[in-house]
């Protein structure tokens, strides 16, 4: 159990592939743990606060087991971060492609009209169906759009797990497969 929790919480020092394996494993059992939780946490705070706090609970593990896995490679984490901006902009490209800009321009032009400024209740019932429509796009084309978020992260898992570590000690720490 020390060894998982070093394995999935610290981000220091170096590991080998097969340890890297092992935490993405335990990084998708987490996922899908937490897939089955998000239901069933109702509309309070709860619902608002559990993810958010899974979200940077599974950045940190992200991190932890791909940058010492990039520290056996004797590189930085920065490949790493590279990650994140492609997949970000990723993202957006979706996004945009799928009406995210047409949706933002039309609650901006509801939000500027001061008749329903003035009336909560009919704002809300104006950007409703404009939510609504957004979402069902999203959801229409999300055999789409699941794909592309997959492969970046993917690509880079694969990467990680099939490149050879450095030989020998290096900046990062001693080498975790001491044999070779």
């Keep these: 159990m020390k060894n998982i929790r070093k394995l999935l919480l610290s981000p220091s020092g170096r590991i080998a592939?097969?340890?890297?394996?092992?935490?993405?494993?335990?990084l998708i059992a987490l996922y899908m743990v937490q897939h089955y939780i998000y239901p069933h946490l109702g509309n309070g705070l709860?619902?608002?606060?559990?993810?958010?706090v899974f979200f940077f609970f599974n950045l940190h593990i992200i991190f932890c087991i791909s940058g010492k896995r990039l520290h056996d490679l004797g590189?930085?984490?920065?490949?790493?971060?590279?990650?994140?901006?492609?997949?970000?902009?990723?993202?957006?490209?979706?996004?945009?492609?799928?009406?995210m800009l047409e949706y933002f321009e039309s609650v901006s032009k509801l939000m500027s009209d001061p008749v329903l400024q003035a009336d909560p209740e009919a704002m809300r019932a104006a950007v409703?169906?404009?939510?609504?429509a957004y979402q069902q796009n999203m959801q229409a084309n999300m055999h789409k759009i699941g794909p592309l978020l997959t492969l970046v992260p993917l690509a880079f898992a694969i990467w990680l797990a099939t490149a050879p570590g450095q030989k020998g000690d290096n900046r990062y720490g001693p080498n975790p497969e001491p044999n070779k």
């Design 46 to 52: 709860t619902s608002f606060f559990v993810p958010m």
């Design 17 to 26: 592939r097969i340890p890297f394996i092992i935490g993405v494993v335990v």
């Design 128 to 132: 409703q169906p404009l939510e609504q």
């Design 75 to 99: 590189r930085t984490t920065w490949p790493l971060f590279g990650m994140f901006a492609l997949l970000f902009m990723t993202m957006m490209i979706v996004g945009l492609k799928f009406g």
